[in-house]
Antibody, heavy 115, light 109 residues
Framework: QVQLVESGGGVVQPGTSLRLSCGAS????????MHWVRQAPGKGLEWAAF???????DYADSVKGRFTISRDNSKKMLYLQMNSLRLEDTAVYYCARGIAPFDPWGQGTLVTVSS | EIVLTQSPGTLSLSPGERATLSCRAS???????LAWYQQKPGQAPRLLIFGGSSRATGIPDRFSASGSGTDFTLTISRLEPEDFAVYYCQQYGSSPPWTFGQGTKVEIK
């Protein structure tokens, strides 16, 4: 079955970097656009970044210039490189398949930015 | 950016009752690009409805959706215990940003 598994979350200090990973299985990864969506504790969903099947990228204004989305189709992996992390980047980060709608979603990985 | 506003913020209902959730957009959204998701505590969101009114695979027919332009509605005809959750609408037009409403929590009365 289609499955997405995120990893790489943790507790980091403001200004530092972290890389999230999302492993895909059960579908032809190279044929799908992929998203990162985040959810701050107790808050709603916020789209963060998108990469098309052929590598075109888009970012939310809140992460543009700090986050980089990438993919390795040979490994069926999606990545989110997060630099210059801020307190407000604290959230559960989900990867999700599909240019639209988003389906399915991984279980999420928690990133906590704290001094 | 299209802003989606969901109402009410919280809906307190009993099992077996009908739930009606609203999603209003700041500008017209193509019906083809409106989705609804369900999220339970500690879980990832799950796609319920896409294309404005099409149920995703495995979604029971007590879930239905309608609307056009700037006003959209998700209806749960008879609430089951497993339906108490937070529901988000989303617009996913051809260009970013893809935006979500702030969510409606359906809680047990």
């Amino acid at each position: 079955q289609v499955q997405l598994v995120e990893s790489g979350g943790g507790v980091v200090q403001p200004g530092t970097s972290l890389r999230l990973s999302c492993g895909a299985s059960g579908f032809t990864f190279s044929s799908y656009g992929m998203h990162w969506v985040r959810q701050a504790p107790g808050k709603g969903l916020e789209w963060a970044a998108f990469i098309s099947y052929d590598g075109n990228k888009d970012y939310a204004d809140s992460v543009k210039g700090r986050f980089t989305i990438s993919r390795d189709n040979s490994k069926k992996m999606l990545y989110l490189q997060m630099n210059s992390l801020r307190l407000e980047d604290t959230a559960v980060y989900y990867c999700a398949r599909g240019i639209a709608p988003f389906d399915p979603w991984g279980q999420g990985t928690l990133v906590t930015v704290s001094s | 950016e299209i802003v989606l506003t969901q109402s009410p913020g919280t809906l307190s209902l009993s099992p077996g009752e009908r739930a009606t959730l609203s999603c209003r957009a700041s500008q017209s959204v193509s019906t083809s690009y409106l989705a609804w998701y369900q999220q339970k505590p500690g879980q990832a969101p799950r796609l319920l409805i896409f294309g404005g009114s099409s149920r995703a695979t495995g979604i029971p027919d007590r879930f239905s959706a309608s609307g056009s332009g700037t006003d959209f509605t998700l209806t749960i005809s008879r609430l089951e215990p497993e339906d108490f959750a937070v529901y988000y609408c989303q617009q996913y037009g051809s260009s970013p940003p893809w935006t979500f409403g702030q969510g409606t929590k359906v809680e047990i009365k």
